[in-house]
């Protein structure tokens, strides 16, 4: 006989809040076993194993979405190791993009920093009146 966890052994050893595992069952991402007699749902060990998976999954900047398709591609007998890698690559080319915006950000929020003196009337502020200005250009909204 498979071992059964409750809901709250599964959150414990998985390392996750039970909450967390209410979503996960929302989203399709864990099965929702049957309740037993006792009243009380058991899951199966290996609901522990997908749980960290999705959880490294989420550390590494997969969606909920992507992830569910990563999992479904493990059990599609027509899926091949070239699938998960063109994820993988979507993935890599989409935290490109977000770096590039950080450092676009980072870059707008230093010029701004260094045309402020720190001193002076928060009214005489430069970094408040660029951001009051529509495209930066000085024209007021």
Known sequence: ?????????????AKVNIETIRYYERRGLISRPPR???????YPRDTVT???FIKRAKELGFSLRE????????LDPA?????VKKRAEIKIADIGKKIWTL??????LITLTMECKGSG?????????????KGGNGEKE
Do not use: N, W
């Open 1 to 13: 006989k498979m071992e059964r966890l409750t809901i709250g052994k599964l959150a414990k050893q």
């Open 36 to 42: 037993r007699e006792s009243g009380y749902r058991q």
């Open 50 to 52: 997908r749980i960290q």
């Open 67 to 74: 992830i569910l398709e990563l999992l479904s591609l493990r």
């Open 79 to 83: 899926a091949t190791c070239g699938d």
């Open 103 to 108: 450092q676009r950000m980072k870059k707008a």
């Open 121 to 133: 009337p928060v009214r005489e502020c430069p970094i408040l009146e660029a951001l009051d200005t």
